[in-house]
């Protein structure tokens, strides 16, 4: 999984309420098992004119430039909410999505996205708001910095504004690890532990 640190990039608002796995990658674009192959698919049934078409509508954001090199989004609150679908985003990630920062996320999607090495950042609806027309103005120059050292956005105007990050999900982020991986870190602990019950509970490992 690639690390994520710190990244200045073109953020694309799309603040929509309630927008859902289906709505980010709607189930008939979902043709593979795999983790590939699905950024075509993103918010297909905006992006497109019509279901199964690939005839872009020209009002949808990421379908205009400099919003096409989007590497952060401005969302809505609950955004990722219904279903546990893992291929929304596994749609964002290949799209080169590396943030999404709304008030709040479906709590599922907000996991899949840490371990997948996107960032989902919590911040007060006015702020996105507010950040949303700051990057309107001019989204080629106006960027967006998400920095996950310092837990901070920065904003066009040069203002930070702080977020909150579970432990685990920031050093999960911050090293690039799955949960797996994340658990190994601990893998003296574990055996030592192992070793230990052996010798307490020997019934157990017979």
Not at 180 to 195: N, Y
Request: net charge neutral; aromatic share 8%; glycine share 8%.
């Amino acid at each position: 999984m690639e690390k994520f640190t710190r990244i200045t990039a073109v953020a694309a608002p799309l603040l929509r309420i309630n927008v859902d796995t289906d709505a980010i990658i709607p189930s008939r674009e979902m043709k593979t098992v795999g983790k590939t192959g699905l950024a075509a698919g993103l918010f297909a049934g905006w992006r497109y004119q019509a279901p199964g078409s690939r005839d872009e509508n020209p009002d949808f954001v990421l379908n205009r430039e400099p919003y096409r090199q989007a590497r952060i989004l401005l969302a809505g609150a609950n955004f990722g909410c219904g279903s546990s679908r893992e291929h929304a985003v596994w749609a964002l990630q290949e799209w080169g999505m590396r943030s999404i920062i709304a008030p709040s996320f479906g709590a599922i999607f907000a996991g899949n996205c840490v371990r997948n090495g996107i960032l989902p950042v919590v911040l007060d609806n006015a702020l996105i708001e507010d950040l949303a027309r700051q990057v309107e103005a001019d989204p080629a120059s106006r960027l967006l910095t998400v920095d996950l050292v310092d837990c901070t956005v920065t904003a066009p105007d040069g203002r930070r504004h702080a977020f909150a990050i579970a432990a685990a999900d920031r050093e999960m982020l911050l090293e690039g690890l799955d949960g797996i991986a994340l658990t190994m870190k601990r893998d003296d602990e574990i055996l030592a532990f192992q070793g230990h019950d052996r010798l307490r509970r020997p019934w157990i490992y017979l």
